[in-house]
Structure formats: structure tokens, C-alpha cells
């Protein structure tokens, strides 16, 4: 933390970190419940190693799905209520 603080690994070009931050939460939200069932349904007909990649590779897709179609979307709406909220404010404020 204090390389990246102090602007040492400035250098590193880590285009993909936006797209990781993107499929955190989803990932975060989904991966225990679905990611188990998936492993039990997978895990008699697939090696280990399979079962593992299409578990991450599912989940990954999975997580992508819940952030392109439904929180960039609530995003929209939230951040147009934000912008009726404020205006109301700024206009009721003498």
C-alpha cells in the first residue's frame, strides 16, 4: 500500500482493475450460494480442475449479468433522484 501511496508502481498500466472493481460486489453477493450449488451439480461429472473453472468462469458471467443489468442501471435512477433531490433543496433554500 504505501508503494502504490507514495506513486512507485504509477509505472504499472492495470487497465483491467476498473472491470475487477466492476464484478466485485455481484461476485461478492453471488458466489456463496449459487457457487456451491453449482459445485455439487458439477462435482460428480467433472474433474476437479473442471469443476473449479467452470465454477469461477460461471460465476464471472454471472456477476458481469447482475452489473451491466442491474446496477448500472439503479445507478441511473439514483443518481436522477439525487439530481431531483438537490434541486429541491437548492430551490427551497433561501
Known sequence: MALIATGKLSWIQWRWLPYAG???????????????KLIGFLEPHLSPYAVLAGAVAT???????????????????????????????????P
Open 22 to 36: 466492476a464484478l466485485a460486489y455481484p461476485l461478492y453477493l453471488l458466489h456463496q450460494d449459487i457457487g456451491r
Open 59 to 93: 460465476m464471472l458471467v454471472a456477476a458481469w449479468l447482475v452489473h451491466r443489468y442491474v446496477e448500472r442501471p439503479a445507478a441511473r435512477l439514483l443518481k436522477q433522484g439525487m439530481a431531483r433531490a438537490a434541486a429541491q433543496v437548492r430551490a427551497a433554500t
